[in-house]
């Protein structure tokens, strides 16, 4: 199953049939909100909005291990993140898409980990999204016409207030391309959880470092945010047939990378942390 994670009009979508929201159960607290269960040309797909709908929830606030937890329980095997950036780039323009590769996680207030005392867990972050459906959300871009560009590194910041210049700056001098609030831990627990991942990175803005264009406000966000949507939902139509299609999703390294990630020893494991890990990690726990 496809899951969209993103703001409440990437959902509206021509064709997507037989919908309803879903009261979805986790054992790591309440998700941001209900999930909205369709078909879309015969595949399910299920949409969490981040902030849950009306956008009552802020970066920090958001209960991402419950978000990703209550998918997995759903059965969702990809995710796509839908998110609203700011551009660190010249050539990345306000309308723009980027198919992000890489993160600097700059977050400080969230939990960023399934695991903890009593079930130890190490997993690789060193390609952070999965490189299949990167290709898949790039070739459905150009095939709707959407202005997009594969690769780039995502700065996550806790917010919620907007860089300082120097901020700004400084994360350019790092060689980051766009800046957001809720890719990480989001991108580290789909990880976690044996979910492939990638990030479809929305930019809104030029955050505050360009010199011709105006500082950050909510206002000029929201503008771009409503021109995006309407790419953002073709996209998704566009991108749902080729997720379902690929032959090669069983063999990705996404849906194996806890094999050998957990260091615990199994007589050493806490009983309470198998029970709440049972949809995350229940494929290895469980042997």
Known sequence: MLGIIGGSGVYNIDGLQNTRWVKATSSFGEPSDEVLIGELAGQSIAFLPRHGRGHKIPPSGINFRANIDALKRLGVTDIISVSAVGSLREHLAPGMFVIVDQFIDRTFAREKSFFGNGLVAHVSMAHPVCHRLGD???AAAQQVGIPVSRGG??????????SSLAESELYRSWNC???GMTNMPEAKLAREAEICYATVAMVTDYDCWHPNHDDVTVEAIIKVLFENADKARALVKNVAPRVHGDAKA?????RSVLQYAIITAPEARDPAMIEKLSAVAGRVLKK
């Open 136 to 138: 898949h959300l790039y």
């Open 250 to 254: 069983c063999d990705c390294g996404c």
């Open 153 to 162: 590194t995502y700065l996550a910041m806790e917010g919620p207030q907007f």
């Open 177 to 179: 391309d766009v800046i």
